[in-house]
């Protein structure tokens, strides 16, 4: 069973279009970060967010911190080809190592 | 300043035989975590090294195990491999091992055991 569960698996999407990736976990995160991974790469870090109902931008990129810092989103304006990739959302529990999400593959069409 | 850099890119074993894979942290960072990603998931974590003492250990068996150098580069050794070890090792070093620390990912060691 996963601690972090990603929603959906895969999403395949026109440019210009609106997305949202889902992050939810029964268990509370002292912080949740957002990666991006492309093939052949190692994941990259794009955010962290550390307290509950946090809202972060990053150009055409929202992402949220649930008031009771067990979930999270990121929702992408206006994607683009060069957003195609794997999203990982990864959580610290108190005490404990990063857990990471199984990822969502997103894939946006020219 | 350089990055975090994993050797070998690509590997071929067979099962039982045995496997060391090899990384570089960043400039000034103390601190080295190993992740396995399978294909379709997201990493697991394996064990992490902090001045040079094991600091922390996921659910993987004890034939997974670790080093690190006075440099603060680190191995992965992994035992009697099995089919189910094929992954891509990824490796993250970090200024140190809090859990806020950010962990800046090598682009892993894809491995493949037939």
């Known amino acids: 069973t996963q601690l972090l569960e990603q929603s959906p698996q895969f999403l395949s999407i026109q440019e210009g279009e609106n997305l949202t990736v889902y992050c939810n976990s029964s268990?509370?995160?002292?912080?949740l970060q957002w990666y991006r991974q492309e093939p052949g790469e190692g994941p990259v870090l794009l955010v962290t967010v550390v307290t509950g109902g946090e809202v972060k931008k990053l150009k055409r990129l929202t992402f949220q911190f649930g008031d009771a810092r067990k979930d999270s989103s990121l929702h992408i304006t206006a994607a683009q080809p060069g957003d195609t990739g794997l999203y990982l959302c990864?959580?610290?529990?108190?005490?404990?190592?990063?857990?990471f999400g199984a990822g969502t593959i997103l894939r946006v069409k020219s | 300043e350089t990055g975090v850099t994993q050797s070998p890119t690509h590997l071929i074993k067979t099962r039982g035989q045995q496997v060391t894979l090899r990384c570089s942290s960043q400039s000034g960072h103390n601190t080295v975590s190993w992740y396995q990603q399978a294909l379709g998931q997201g990493p697991q974590f394996i064990f992490q090294?902090?001045?040079?003492?094991?600091?922390g250990r996921g659910n993987f068996p004890p034939r997974f195990s670790g080093l690190q150098f006075p440099n603060y580069s680190s191995e992965l050794n992994v035992n009697a491999l099995e089919l189910d070890d094929s992954a891509l090792y990824l490796c993250a070093s970090s200024l140190s091992a809090g859990a806020m620390d950010t962990q800046y990912f090598g682009p892993g060691t894809r491995l493949t055991v037939l």
């Open positions: 990864a959580g610290v529990p108190y005490g404990n190592k990063l857990v």
């Open positions: 090294y902090y001045r040079e003492e094991e600091n």
């Open positions: 268990s509370v995160f002292s912080s």
